[in-house]
């Protein structure tokens, strides 16, 4: 009996878990997607990310068009950092993720600005207002850019196009999983 109670409550608690809303609680509130919708319904229509088929010369020349989704392909793996004396999260990224890097790629999102006076900048898949674990995004879903040339100036989440050479990053833990080298953005 003791057995079965176990199993009970072992199955109870599951179900409590993956059936609550615990992003409630976030400090962002819980119109997050609303958020996101709205602002996707008011960028035109070329601003939005998609996928397009060209020949591979001018592919590689023009770069690939890759999506947020797809970069999402990578298992995180927990390893004890010695110099940091924490749990530290590295990446293992899928063939097809591997098969990017060094590549030009042109992918859209979110400017969130590290330090606009210094130029660093960060892209992310979704708007500053949601935290990575609010909006259900992990550290995959942002990439640091570094420009080609210039100090270019965003606000926070102005929603942009880029294209640059994709640096994967496995081992270095002071620098983000994605890196985006040489960034121009196009048409501009």
Avoid at 44 to 50: G, N, R, T, V
Avoid at 147 to 170: H, I, M, Q, W
Wanted: a positive charge; hydrophobic letters at 35%.
């Amino acid at each position: 009996m003791l057995k079965t109670e176990k199993i009970l409550i072992i199955i109870m608690a599951f179900c409590f878990v993956s059936c609550s809303n615990v992003s409630q609680w976030c400090k962002h509130g819980n119109n997050y997607l609303a958020q996101i919708l709205r602002l996707r319904q008011q960028m035109p229509a070329a601003d939005l990310p998609m996928s397009t088929v060209t020949s591979p010369s001018r592919q590689e020349e023009e770069g690939k068009p890759v999506s947020w989704k797809r970069l999402s392909d990578v298992i995180f793996q927990r390893r004890w950092d010695e110099k940091l004396q924490l749990p530290m999260l590295y990446p293992s990224f899928s063939r097809d993720i591997k098969a990017l890097n060094g590549k030009t790629i042109i992918i859209s999102g979110y400017v969130i600005p590290v330090d606009a006076k210094g130029g660093m900048y960060v892209l992310s898949a979704n708007p500053n207002s949601s935290c990575f674990f609010c909006g259900g995004a992990g550290p995959e879903s942002i990439m640091a850019l570094k420009f080609r040339s210039g100090r270019p100036a965003f606000t926070t989440d102005d929603y942009v196009k880029c294209k640059g050479r994709l640096r994967l990053n496995e081992k270095n833990i002071y620098e983000l999983y994605y890196n985006l080298d040489d960034v121009v953005l196009p048409g501009q």
